[in-house]
């Protein structure tokens, strides 16, 4: 169990930042015309790229719902000015000092200065259509949004400040799963954000995981799966083990639409999928259905047969 005295708390200011840039738009080193345009892998068409932003990054022509960066989510989901990010210090060195074919200090020290953010998690606390909640949102960008000592310990905290404050938590997942480097201390993660769940849980206060593509491995076989509510973007690819393993390992030949939100939700897996233009309105109509703010929460639940001792 990776005790909290191995996270090392760093400044953020340590962090070195890159310069601010707008949302979406690519490294200035990359040629002209890759800002321009974007083609959508579904359907191929090319179109503007500041055209497809402003349709939220979902293809105008066949309706694909392309990633979104961490500050292109945090946008278009949370109120304007309502974002308070938390606990952005927590930080790990390189416990196991792993080395592929460069160290993980190295890969960390260049995903960090690319991203300007610590790790591959971000949460805090914002409003919804003027609801308040806990949100967490996972960076696809930060080393493949893998879940290190870091991201199980801010998902965990960002759960009990939720408790403590009796607010609602959404989270947007986005992960090719535990992160190697951290070898079992990440997934050890799995057991701690879950076991938070189940104390918020206790409290009744509402989870809403929303799964964006991807969200696979030991984050989908674990806390993105155990919303009260669990609903996805048309499209998205969920699962565990990639396809190739899974066909290897069962010897079937597996559907077209294979681990895609489409045959999850027909299978049960899911609650909904949410069009990323409905998303905001429809996490404001779940918030209002499932939470009030000034409902006393985590009363106990009147014991059976407590009535006939009247
Ligand atoms: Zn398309």
């Known amino acids: 169990m990776p005790d909290r005295g191995q996270i090392q708390s760093e400044k953020t200011e340590n962090i070195e930042r890159p310069q601010q840039t707008a949302p979406g738009s690519t490294q200035a080193t990359a040629p002209a015309s890759e800002d321009i345009w974007v083609k959508c892998p579904a359907c191929k068409e090319i179109a503007f790229r500041k055209e497809v932003e402003r349709n939220l990054n979902v293809c105008g022509k066949c309706g694909h719902h392309l990633r979104l960066t961490l500050t292109q989510r945090l946008a278009i989901t949370a109120d304007r000015g309502s974002w308070r990010e938390m606990f952005a210090d927590v930080a790990i060195g390189d416990p196991l000092e792993f080395v592929d074919s460069k160290p993980y200090s190295s890969r960390l020290a260049a995903a960090r200065k690319s991203s300007g953010r610590n790790d591959a998690v971000v949460v805090g606390t914002a409003s919804i259509e003027e609801h308040s909640v806990a949100l967490a949102i996972m960076d696809f960008e930060f080393m493949g949004g893998s879940m290190g000592v870091v991201v199980g310990e801010k998902l965990a905290r960002l759960f009990d400040h939720a408790l403590a404050n009796s607010l609602p938590l959404v989270l947007f997942s986005a992960s090719g799963g535990a992160r190697m480097q951290e070898g079992a201390l990440s997934l050890m993660q799995m057991a701690k954000v879950s076991s938070a769940i189940a104390r918020f849980r206790d409290a009744c206060l509402p989870f809403i995981s929303v799964l ?3 969200t696979t491995g030991g984050v989908a076989a674990s806390f993105a799966m155990l919303g009260d509510l669990n609903i996805s973007e048309p499209g998205a690819l969920i699962g565990f083990a990639g396809r190739r ?15 895609r939100a489409e045959f999850l939700l027909a299978h049960g897996m899911l609650d909904a999928i949410v069009p990323r233009s409905q998303m905001r309105a429809t996490l404001s109509r779940l918030l209002a259905m499932l939470h009030r703010p000034n409902a006393k929460v985590a009363a106990p639940r009147p014991k059976a047969g407590a009535r006939a001792k009247k």
């Open 212 to 214: 964006c593509d991807p």
């Open 245 to 259: 393993v899974t066909k290897q390992t069962t010897g079937e030949d597996l559907p077209s639409d294979f681990q």
